[in-house]
């Protein structure tokens, strides 16, 4: 596959046939899907192209719609297959496993703020039509004005971040109604003359995500559209902040796919292209015979194991929720989910960070080379990690531990 119409992704169209019925079925289908993006994932991030291609690829092989209902066509699973999901397609490209988390997250965003009629018309929408969800809610910037103008509101401002942009057919947009305090998410198509993309995403990492900056100038969205409002007033339920916990695990998730990926691609080239070090008095054959490279690889991997343990444990606590009815939900019950998503997020980091450098120790000098593109795994998963910053992460346990506190639902909680 590449940035252009190659005969790669030409001929994805017609591969996947019937689409997958069980959990095992899904996974197997990510794999499939992580092998063709592993093929040039390197040459695609140098290329830094838009990536209608990798989309359509999610797109034509079902994933999009895997938590869609089935009577629309949907896959009709769980969040815990989503997140194996994303965590496979990761390990291919470490990109477009983050652009499908956040479409799952964005996707679900109905569920979590919307009115039952509004979860029944969105869910056919993007189901039925194959569509690709994008989202303009950064909180770090200034928030987006909205204006009650009768039967419609209008949302006008500026977001720094919007990942998905260009490749989305929905965009989720949030802002706050001026004079008030109240932030209304709304669902939008992507493709309008109000929303304006920056087109500046230039960083280290991640560089397929499309995730620069965007102008909202104007939209304009029936109130009936804005989520979980009725006669423009907001019932609010402990379920509508389980958001955060749930992109903060799908960050996780697509950390733990990227790590994967980075320590699939070392053994690799270990096997294949490393040479043993001849001066050091126990010379061996191979580099797969080497002590220290066997004791690096088992140092690596178990602490791999480990991290990918705490993350399934995680989405097993809150896949409990976003599966339950929305009313039943307690705020105990969400605190207690995130901070064990916390301490997943903590240690898949600190785990990821340490393979993604420490590979080169065990696959020698030649592997710094730009053809070997063993650099791409450190570049994505630091350029994401930083999104917010960790520490907090470890105070949000370090309270629960010692203090018995859970975590206060927040953007970033």
């Given at each position: 596959?590449?940035?252009t119409?190659?005969?790669?992704?030409g001929d994805?169209?017609?591969?996947?046939?019937?689409?997958?019925?069980?959990?095992?079925?899904?996974?197997?289908?990510?794999?499939?899907v992580?092998?063709l993006?592993?093929?040039?994932?390197?040459a695609?991030?140098r290329?830094?192209?838009?990536?209608?291609?990798?989309?359509?690829?999610l797109?034509?092989?079902?994933?999009?719609?895997?938590l869609g209902?089935?009577?629309?066509?949907?896959?009709?699973?769980?969040?815990?297959?989503?997140?194996?999901?994303?965590?496979?397609?990761?390990?291919?490209?470490?990109?477009?496993?983050?652009?499908l988390g956040?479409?799952?997250?964005?996707?679900?965003?109905?569920?979590?703020v919307?009115?039952?009629?509004?979860?029944?018309a969105?869910?056919?929408?993007?189901?039925?039509?194959?569509?690709?969800?994008g989202g303009?809610?950064?909180p770090?910037?200034?928030?987006?004005?909205?204006?009650d103008?009768g039967?419609?509101?209008?949302?006008?401002?500026?977001?720094?971040?919007?990942?998905?942009?260009?490749?989305?057919?929905?965009?989720?947009?949030?802002?706050?109604?001026e004079?008030?305090?109240?932030?209304?998410f709304?669902?939008?198509p992507?493709?309008?003359e109000?929303?304006v993309?920056?087109?500046?995403?230039?960083?280290l990492?991640?560089?397929?995500?499309?995730?620069?900056?965007v102008?909202?100038?104007?939209v304009r969205?029936?109130?009936?559209?804005?989520?979980?409002?009725?006669?423009?007033?907001?019932?609010?339920?402990?379920?509508?902040?389980?958001?955060?916990?749930?992109?903060?695990l799908?960050?996780?998730?697509?950390?733990?796919?990227?790590a994967?990926?980075?320590?699939?691609?070392a053994t690799?080239?270990?096997?294949?292209?490393?040479?043993?070090?001849?001066f050091?008095?126990?010379?061996?054959?191979?580099?797969?015979?080497?002590f220290?490279?066997?004791?690096?690889?088992?140092?690596?991997?178990?602490?791999?194991?480990?991290?990918?343990?705490?993350?399934?444990r995680?989405?097993e606590?809150?896949?409990?929720?976003l599966?339950?009815?929305?009313?039943?939900?307690?705020a105990?019950?969400?605190?207690?989910?995130?901070?064990l998503?916390a301490?997943?997020k903590?240690?898949?980091?600190?785990t990821?960070?340490?393979?993604?450098?420490?590979i080169?120790?065990?696959?020698?000098?030649?592997?710094t080379?730009?053809?070997?593109?063993?650099?791409?795994y450190?570049?994505?998963?630091r350029?994401?990690?930083?999104?917010d910053p960790?520490?907090y992460?470890r105070v949000?346990?370090g309270r629960?531990?010692?203090?018995?506190?859970?975590?206060?639902?927040?953007w970033?909680?």
């Amino acid at each position: 596959m590449s940035t252009t119409e190659t005969d790669t992704v030409g001929d994805t169209a017609g591969r996947w046939g019937q689409r997958p019925g069980t959990p095992e079925g899904w996974l197997e289908r990510a794999q499939d899907v992580a092998a063709l993006l592993a093929t040039d994932a390197v040459a695609r991030d140098r290329a830094g192209s838009t990536p209608h291609a990798e989309v359509r690829l999610l797109k034509e092989s079902g994933l999009v719609t895997l938590l869609g209902p089935v009577e629309h066509g949907g896959g009709g699973q769980t969040w815990s297959t989503a997140y194996r999901v994303i965590r496979e397609v990761a390990k291919g490209d470490g990109s477009i496993g983050q652009l499908l988390g956040y479409h799952y997250l964005w996707a679900w965003a109905v569920r979590l703020v919307g009115t039952d009629a509004q979860i029944a018309a969105v869910e056919r929408l993007y189901t039925e039509g194959d569509l690709f969800f994008g989202g303009a809610v950064n909180p770090r910037d200034s928030d987006v004005v909205i204006t009650d103008e009768g039967d419609e509101i209008v949302y006008t401002g500026r977001k720094s971040f919007s990942t998905g942009s260009k490749v989305s057919d929905l965009t989720v947009l949030e802002g706050v109604l001026e004079g008030t305090d109240k932030h209304i998410f709304a669902i939008v198509p992507s493709d309008q003359e109000a929303i304006v993309y920056g087109d500046d995403w230039d960083n280290l990492g991640q560089r397929l995500t499309e995730s620069g900056s965007v102008e909202i100038n104007g939209v304009r969205v029936p109130w009936a559209s804005a989520a979980g409002y009725v006669d423009k007033e907001f019932q609010p339920l402990v379920y509508n902040t389980l958001n955060t916990p749930t992109i903060q695990l799908v960050f996780a998730n697509f950390y733990l796919g990227i790590a994967q990926g980075a320590l699939d691609a070392a053994t690799s080239y270990t096997k294949e292209k490393t040479r043993a070090w001849p001066f050091g008095g126990d010379n061996k054959d191979s580099a797969t015979e080497e002590f220290y490279v066997l004791d690096a690889y088992g140092d690596l991997q178990s602490k791999l194991w480990a991290a990918e343990a705490l993350v399934d444990r995680a989405g097993e606590r809150v896949e409990g929720l976003l599966h339950a009815e929305r009313e039943s939900v307690t705020a105990a019950q969400r605190g207690a989910a995130a901070v064990l998503i916390a301490a997943a997020k903590e240690r898949i980091v600190a785990t990821g960070l340490e393979i993604a450098t420490k590979i080169f120790e065990v696959t020698g000098a030649r592997a710094t080379s730009n053809s070997a593109g063993l650099d791409i795994y450190w570049r994505n998963l630091r350029t994401h990690s930083l999104h917010d910053p960790v520490a907090y992460k470890r105070v949000e346990v370090g309270r629960y531990a010692l203090l018995g506190e859970i975590p206060e639902p927040t953007w970033y909680t």
